[in-house]
């Protein structure tokens, strides 16, 4: 009944809304995605063919810039590195930080408020003005270019990346799951470990997977803090870039640009279900 | 055991004291509604017995053991939230038999416990769903389930009912009562609705601001309201009340220059508050002046809203009236139908007060 009683206007626009959202969606996604396509594009080409007027789109692929690049600047090596440093420091800030979330948004504590603020304006302070610092710290501890302490350095800032994102995620869940946990046989911590982390799960996952993107590109801290044997991805291609000897070598830029976003966008793909459930509701209407 | 001691129980959030000494005995076995507005205190208390809340001063017996300091798990109560609280990522099985895995109980017997209480309630075809696959009245009674199985001392209630719609609130009242009276556990019920209160509770205790105003049997309260405060929550439509000044023996002088003759002697000094129930008020030939302003008639009943000078009373007539809007019609209530109030305190009065 209340289908062939809808007006005629409101059936008409049901079916243009689509429409318009899936022009406006291409619309972004060629914005968003044209550099990316350009960076693979040009990874392929050689030295020659990637500055020439008009632009081209057509020519003989190469691997060569991949094939040399791989051995010349460790890249492989600096993969691994890039790779324990994001996730242990993603692992390592998600524990940390959801459980301060999660004390920041239940318990009762004189001055919470003012801790997880204090916390939070710890992130305005410019990373390069703790860079320095964090580097002599590392020095007189003997510490420089090793993983724990990219590690450590990245939790800095990821922990109350985590810890805000997490708390607003528990603030979004009625008290009672826990009380009724408590009530049931539950410590607090048995109640947050069997009832509110399987709850929050698509958030867990999903803040998680973006700390490990941040760490993965973070470029400043790897630049002071190692050298040689713990240096990641980044670190290269500030390496590449900013070759004044040779000049930048844009072959090289790009190609390992793209090594260096394959393994996000596979992980990406991987969990995009968990990360638009986490992104889109708590998931949690009990 | 499942008595419930509640001494001089205070609650204080900083300077603040929002419970200010409650006291109530609880038997073994008995329904008890704590009942009060919003604000009144009755979800503190009920959050004190269950251990959700400090207690700040007094004492909360469960059974003979002081429970002050115990910690929730270890009450030996179990508790129905007014929003439900189940685990959405548990199963309605998994759900009701949570508790009973946390004590490591054999899983036959978490196994025959949930059926038990999943055959009392109905359930017995839901147990693979998760909650979210749940209508509001099948999570109703998955959280009273939960509750079932734990076979606690004292069941706590956080107003269970007012979650769902008219009819359902119905059913699943009726439904509550049975499940106590076959079950027998001493049961603390919380809720704002009075007639809920009315319907379940062995026992009902009234609060207000913090404080016991009156409890009792429900019909107690309703015959005897011990204050002005009980004789408007308690009751439904609301009684009527009238405020003057008790003039000669039997006369109460109203604001209005009306005066009302009362059929009993009054001996009150002060400003004095009469309250008569509307199903008290009756139509007769002489008595009270009044004017029909509204008749609203439901079939078994009519209700009809006088005017009295600037007073609006309602009358319950069982059955059907003739009563037409402007007629005059005159009102009478019998002697111990009426009750007196001190309007300053608040409270009955007595013979001789």
């Known amino acids: ?286 | 055991m499942g008595t419930v001691e509640i001494r001089d129980v205070r609650k204080a959030y900083g300077q603040i004291e929002v419970i200010h000494g409650v006291s109530i005995d609880i038997a073994d076995g008995e329904f008890v509604a704590l009942v009060g507005p919003s604000g009144c205190g009755k979800s503190t208390l009920l959050r004190m017995i269950a251990g959700l809340e400090e207690i700040s001063g007094g004492q909360i017996a469960i059974g003979d053991r002081v429970v002050n300091d115990v910690v929730p798990k270890d009450r030996h109560i179990a508790m129905v939230f007014q929003n439900y609280a189940l685990y959405p990522h548990m199963n309605v099985r998994e759900n009701m038999g949570f508790a009973l895995r946390q004590r490591r109980l054999p899983r036959a017997e978490i196994d025959a416990r949930v059926m038990e209480a999943a055959r009392i309630l109905g359930l017995e075809q839901l147990l693979d769903r998760k909650p979210r696959q749940l209508s509001g009245g099948q999570r109703q009674r998955v959280a009273m389930g939960r509750a079932i199985v734990r076979q606690p001392n004292v069941f706590l209630f956080d107003e269970p009912l007012s979650n769902l719609d008219a009819k359902l609130r119905v059913q699943m009242r009726s439904e509550l009562k049975e499940l106590h009276q076959r079950l027998g556990v001493t049961t603390v019920y919380v809720t704002h609705d009075q007639i809920e209160a009315m319907t379940l509770a062995d026992r009902v205790v009234v609060m207000n601001g913090g404080i016991v105003e009156q409890m009792g049997p429900p019909l107690d309260l309703y015959d005897r309201p011990e204050s002005l405060f009980v004789a408007a929550f308690i009751g439904s439509p609301p009684m009527n009340f009238l405020e003057g000044v008790v003039e000669g023996a039997d006369t109460l002088l109203l604001d209005d220059a009306q005066s009302i003759a009362l059929p009993m002697s009054v001996s009150g000094k002060g400003r004095t508050t009469v309250g008569i129930r509307p199903e008290h008020l009756s139509l007769a030939a002489t008595g009270w002046p009044a004017t029909v302003a509204v008749v609203e008639p439901t079939g078994s009943e009519t209700q009809i809203t006088a005017r009295m000078g600037e007073h609006v009373v309602r009358v319950l007539v069982r059955g059907r009236t003739d009563a037409q809007p402007g007629d005059a019609i005159h009102l009478t209530a019998r002697a111990e139908d009426i009750h007196l109030f001190d309007s300053r305190s608040g409270r009955r009065r007595r013979p001789g007060e």
């Open chain 1, 1 to 286: 009944m209340t289908a062939t009683a809808l007006p005629a206007p409101l059936r008409r626009k049901s079916r243009l809304g689509p429409r318009i959202r899936i022009a406006a969606g291409v619309l972004a996604c060629i914005v968003f995605l044209f550099p990316v396509f350009w960076m693979v594009l040009s990874s392929f080409k050689e030295q020659r063919d990637i500055f020439t007027t008009p632009p081209t789109l057509f020519f003989t692929p190469t691997l060569e810039t991949y094939i040399s690049y791989m051995q010349r600047a460790d890249i492989s090596r600096r993969l691994i590195n890039t790779i324990i440093v994001a996730v242990g420091s993603g692992l390592l800030s998600i524990v940390a930080g959801a459980m301060a979330g999660y004390a920041l948004a239940r318990i009762k504590l004189r001055g919470a408020g003012t801790i997880g603020v204090l916390i939070l304006l710890s992130r305005g302070v410019p990373p390069i003005a703790l860079a320095v610092p964090m580097f002599l710290v590392a020095r007189s501890l003997g510490v420089t270019d090793q993983h724990i302490t990219l590690i450590l350095a990245y939790c800095t800032f990821l922990i109350p990346y985590v810890m805000w994102l997490m708390r607003g995620f528990f603030l979004a869940l009625p008290k009672e799951l826990e009380e009724s946990a408590m009530i049931d046989g539950c410590s607090r911590f048995g109640a947050f470990f069997k009832i509110i982390v399987p709850i929050s799960l698509p958030g867990l996952l999903s803040t998680l997977i973006f700390s490990m993107i941040l760490a993965w590109e973070e470029l400043l801290f790897a630049l002071v803090l190692t050298n040689r044997y713990a240096s990641t991805i980044p670190v290269a291609i500030a390496g590449i870039a900013g070759d004044t000897v040779n000049g930048a070598n844009w072959g090289a830029l790009t190609a390992v640009g793209t090594i260096t976003v394959i393994p996000v966008v596979i992980f990406a793909l991987l969990v995009q279900k968990w990360l638009i459930q986490g992104l889109a509701d708590g998931a949690t209407k009990g």
